[in-house]
């Protein structure tokens, strides 16, 4: 008998019911292919909800959330709701809040250059040659994100605003042996991002990696400043394997991570707890610049989908054949625009083309 799987989906703004139908298609297509179905139910979240339901993150999509086995995101804000408070805006209002939440602590994000898009990287082709493969480890629920006391006050000259970056021993230790388990089934490299030169917060952090080291001796640890990180993903990308990041840290270079491999519609995540339900989601936001014009790659969507069927289903060939069609479809050339430059002989294809042509290419 086939196994059913139960989710959530919440495609969100911008281009994320876009690249979220491509997501399902092939979500269906594979299933079928592994003998398993997914059903699924569809709420509204961020701004799609701000305007169906007037709140960013409504009781009954909680509800559906809280039953479901996984959860699929697409990406949430845009524009048309900035000139709302903070805490009422589909990031902080709705993204936020779903991590806590579920204590989505942990959020991997596998970067590397498919075969095919070498010549895609703005790297020097040198460079990029080397090659690029790295995972993102990034503590999700902790730092200056999450931390209190936040806020703004006074007025005139003296108008200030406020955040706090705190993170706890046990919060930075339980994201750091993530990344060293992550490691060992890798190349057995953690680098460390941090500003021990400046924040206490960092310090603490560098501290508590040190210590989760200890456990891992046949990791290489190595740590770096965020400012000189950010140099070396352009100077030496091939340096790096597991890339452990605070909050905003790991925000701020995986979207430099994702343009090394070409584009931000490329790169996928996992948000983690510590069993199996997850919430996955593009590293990438709602692309309101190209919204609405069916031309968003749907790659990161589709990748996401595909880290959902390996760790909240335990569907591994499945997940390795959506990985593998993404990667067909990219070695023939077939792209979205994001994708076109520097590839003469590519066939530049539309957000559903490309779902189709990553469908085709599944396995038998
Ligand atoms: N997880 C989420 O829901 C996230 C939401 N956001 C929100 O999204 C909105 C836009 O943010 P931006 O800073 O513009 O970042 P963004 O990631 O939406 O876009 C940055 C650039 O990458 C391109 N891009 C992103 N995804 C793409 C795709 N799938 N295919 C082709 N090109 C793609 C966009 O066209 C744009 O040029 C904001 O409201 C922001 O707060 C941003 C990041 C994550
Ligand atoms: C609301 C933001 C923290 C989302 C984002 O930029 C991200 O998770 O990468
Ligand atoms: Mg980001």
């Not at 297509?29 to 709140?55: L, N, S």
């Not at 959020?107 to 090659?131: E, K, T, V, Y």
């Not at 042996?177 to 206490?200: E, H, P, Q, Y």
Request: glycine residues 10%.
């Amino acid at each position: 008998m086939s196994k059913n799987y139960h989710i959530a989906v919440l495609a969100g703004d911008g281009i994320g019911p876009e690249v979220m139908r491509e997501a399902i298609k092939v979500m269906n297509a594979v299933g079928q292919k592994h003998d398993f179905t997914v059903t699924y139910e569809e709420c509204f979240v961020g701004g799609a909800a701000i305007d169906h339901c007037g709140t960013p993150l409504p009781e009954e999509t909680i509800n559906a959330c809280d039953k479901a086995q996984a959860i699929l995101f697409g990406s949430v804000g845009g524009p048309k709701w900035d000139h709302l408070p903070h805490s009422q805006r589909p990031e902080a209002g709705a993204l936020l809040p779903l991590r806590k939440r579920y204590g989505l602590f942990c959020n991997l994000r596998p970067a590397r250059i498919f075969p095919g898009l070498n010549a895609l990287s703005p790297l020097r082709a040198d460079i990029s040659a080397q090659g690029f493969d790295a995972m993102v480890v990034r503590e999700l629920t902790g730092g200056i994100y999450f931390g209190t006391p936040k806020g703004r006050e006074g007025e005139g000259d003296n108008e200030r605003a406020f955040d706090t970056e705190v993170y706890t021993r046990a919060e930075i230790e339980r994201i750091a042996r993530v990344a060293f388990k992550v490691a060992m089934g890798r190349k057995k490299k953690v680098t460390s991002i941090d500003k021990s030169n400046v924040l206490a917060s960092s310090v603490l952090w560098r501290e508590v990696v040190m210590m989760v080291a200890e456990d891992f001796p046949e990791v290489t640890l190595e740590h770096l400043y965020i400012d000189n990180a950010t140099m070396q993903l352009i100077k030496n990308p091939a340096q790096f394997d597991v890339v452990l990041c605070s909050n905003m840290f790991g925000d701020i270079l995986s979207d430099e991570c994702a343009m090394i491999t070409g584009s931000m519609g490329l790169l996928a995540s996992a948000s983690l707890a510590s069993g199996s339900f997850g919430l996955y989601e593009p590293a990438g936001g709602s692309a309101p610049d190209i919204a609405g014009q069916g031309i968003a790659n749907p790659i990161a969507q589709i990748l996401s989908m595909a880290l959902m069927l390996r760790h909240s289903f335990g569907e591994i060939e499945a997940a390795e054949d959506v990985e593998k069609a993404v990667a067909r479809a990219l070695k023939d050339q077939i792209v979205t625009a994001d994708l076109a430059r520097a590839m003469p002989d590519a066939h530049i294809v539309n957000t559903v083309q490309m779902g189709d042509a990553i469908v085709e290419r599944l396995g038998d």
